[in-house]
């Protein structure tokens, strides 16, 4: 099977991540990944430091493989859930939506491998100088917060700048994604779109049907205004936001429309008020199946890619 420095790093059978989505990545589905081979990761999202703690605990009643943290840095509850993952030594520190130097010490004192989520070369080469673990370059074609830069483009650029494993993020939902991954200079992947299909994934019926019934064109941007874009599936809400954003309306307006939009979709599966994450890749995922499942047949598929590149140089 594949394997690569992500593996040795983090101890873990496979070098596959799965994504830190708040509201949805919980420790169940991080404690299925893990023990599917490959790194299951809780969100913390805007979440205060006791539900991370709660979330971790259950991760560790269900398994004894390494999992991760996702530390979202605009959380008001940052400061404390960054301690808290490091009082509990989370064996991997993901983060995203800032710069985490202020946390890099009690992390690195707590032997925790961090490795965060960067968009661009110069937050690279700023994480490697920090001296954080690893980077995930994540493409504009993730769900969520997204930058400017597809992962095509990206991945081999970061690869380029850093002598760091990179993880490659975005758009990628099957083997062929990660044999291509692989061969732009990334030691791994990341997905999260392709979770949100996972039997443990424990997010509304509403959310998850969609996502199965989604194809290539199903999701749109919106955000760009305000200085955060995210990638989400097309619904109303999505539509509203969209015209709302270009209508003339507030800053002050818009931040209060999306307020609590995600939660609402990941709970009650509301279409008209809740933001629906989702990447590009969401046409593709089109069966429910147990996250070790999904672990495997992306690292099979891949391995079968791999194995038959030869025949594009004979």
Not at 22 to 37: C, H, K, R
Request: net charge neutral; proline share 4%.
């Amino acid at each position: 099977m594949i394997k690569s420095a992500l593996c040795a790093l983090v101890g873990i059978e496979y070098p596959i991540f799965q994504g830190g989505m708040a509201w949805i990545a919980d420790g169940g589905l991080a404690a299925a990944v893990s023990n599917g081979g490959g790194l299951g990761i809780i969100a913390a999202g805007n979440a205060p430091a006791e539900y991370v703690r709660e979330q971790i605990a259950l991760a560790r009643s269900r398994t004894d493989k390494p999992f991760g943290v996702n530390i979202m840095l605009l959380s008001p509850f940052a400061d404390e859930v960054a301690q808290a993952a490091a009082e509990a030594r989370v064996p991997v520190i993901t983060t995203g939506a800032g710069n985490p130097a202020k946390y890099m010490e009690i992390w690195k004192c707590a032997n925790c491998n961090v490795i965060p989520v960067v968009a661009s070369v110069a937050m690279a080469k700023l994480m490697t100088r920090l001296g954080a673990s690893a980077v995930i370059a994540e493409g504009m074609e993730s769900g969520g917060h997204v930058g400017e830069t597809t992962t095509m483009a990206l991945v081999p650029q970061v690869a380029d700048a850093t002598d760091l494993p990179v993880v490659a993020a975005g758009g990628i939902a099957d083997g062929r994604g990660m044999a291509a991954a692989l061969m732009l200079g990334a030691c791994g992947v990341q997905m999260g779109t392709r979770f949100l299909s996972a039997s443990e994934c424990r997010i509304s019926r509403e959310y998850k049907d969609r996502i199965l019934k989604a194809n290539d064109l199903s999701t749109i941007v919106t955000g760009k205004r305000l200085g955060h874009p995210v990638r989400s599936l097309k619904t109303p809400f999505a539509r509203n936001y969209f015209k709302a954003e270009y209508g003339g309306v507030s800053d002050e307006e818009l931040e209060k429309l999306g307020t609590g939009a995600l939660r609402l979709a990941v709970q009650e599966g509301d279409v008209q008020n809740g933001c629906f994450l989702a990447g590009q890749i969401a046409g593709m995922v089109n069966r429910e199946q147990p996250a070790g499942e999904i672990v495997r047949s992306v690292v099979e598929e891949a391995e079968c890619v791999l194995k038959g590149a030869a025949k594009w140089t004979e």
